[in-house]
Nanobody
């Protein structure tokens, strides 16, 4: 199984920046579909950004395009979410998730069921 551990959450002022990291370990595949999801109190969990560690273009939710960047550090088995110009509405628990390619594609950011492995989450508060 894949183990995921998030870090980097905390409090940040609107317009600042925050960097979330997801360290992955275990697993038998050389590449995975990795994504960040978030869940605010009273709201459903939503996909924020996704990337395939084997290469390819990153995907983003419309609400974060141009502000957040997802990237990977293969040497460290880490996926990073760089949050620039965060807004109060970005306040949520952020989760890292991993899944496998299905029919040549990574699961859509709306398809949480496509991600089999999840971290415990890291809280982000924007004020």
């Amino acid at each position: 199984d894949v183990q995921l551990v998030e870090s980097g959450g905390g409090s940040v002022q609107a317009g600042g920046s925050l960097r979330l990291s997801c360290a992955a370990s275990g697993g038998t595949s050389s590449s995975y579909c990795m994504a960040w999801f978030r869940q605010a109190p009273g709201k459903e969990r939503e996909g924020v950004a996704g990337i395939y560690t084997g290469g390819g273009r990153a995907r983003y939710a419309d609400s974060v395009k141009g502000r957040f960047t997802i990237s990977q550090d293969n040497a460290k088995n880490t996926v990073v979410l760089q949050m620039n110009s965060p807004k109060p509405e970005d306040t949520a628990m952020y989760y890292c998730a991993a899944g496998r390619v299905y029919r040549g594609l990574c699961p859509d950011l709306h398809a949480q069921y496509g991600y089999a492995y999840w971290g415990q989450g890291t809280q982000v508060t924007v004020s």
